[in-house]
């Protein structure tokens, strides 16, 4: 009980990033706890407990997600050209709440892949194993939610809202 107190609201905090809705990370983090208890031998303290245990709760997330069948766009490899991964400025009038607001309206393709990327810090390899996906369907998506965000964006810079 005593590591469930000290990580259950910041493993929240994390659930919350990719599922929908309140119950929905509420469920995915319990369930992420109990397959972190059940396997807790597996824990090699080769990082800290918390990132173990997030990844747990990433995993389970995506997991949830994959039950509900969502569908990754298609996307023709030969066509799309490396898009640029480093280009994330935003003027200064828009707060970090406003692009979190705009992140989580983004669609899941999209949405997940920019939080794993941007928020988690997972590269396009390790999120082509997350995701079931190919690198470049990854590189893809981060480009095209990346231009959705701005085009977002955009419309709060000049105050025509969404």
């Known amino acids: ?10 493993m ?3 659930a919350q990033r990719y599922m929908k809705d309140v119950a929905a990370a509420e469920d995915a983090m319990q369930e992420a706890f ?3 208890f059940s396997k807790l031998e597996q824990y090699k ?24 069948k969502m569908e990754l766009h298609s996307i023709n490899e030969e066509v799309m050209g490396m898009p640029d991964e480093e280009d994330w400025s935003v003027g200064d009038e828009v707060s970090a ?6 992140i ?19 590269d ?10 190919s690198e470049s369907a990854s590189r ?7 231009n959705k965000l701005k085009e977002t964006l955009k419309h709060l810079r000049y105050g025509t809202g969404y």
């Open 104 to 122: 989580e309206k983004l669609a899941d393709p999209y949405r997940i892949v920019i939080q794993l990327y941007l928020m988690e810090g997972y």
């Open 45 to 68: 303290g080769d990082v800290t407990f918390g990132a173990w245990l997030k990844r747990i709760v990433i995993n389970t997330c995506l997991d949830a997600i994959k039950a509900r």
């Open 34 to 36: 109990i397959k972190a």
């Open 140 to 146: 893809t998506n981060l480009y095209r939610g990346k």
């Open 12 to 14: 929240f905090v994390i």
């Open 124 to 133: 396009h390899s390790e999120i082509s194993q997350i995701l079931g996906i």
């Open 1 to 10: 009980m005593a590591l469930y107190r000290q990580y259950c609201d910041g």
């Open 97 to 102: 709440s406003e692009i979190n607001d705009a």
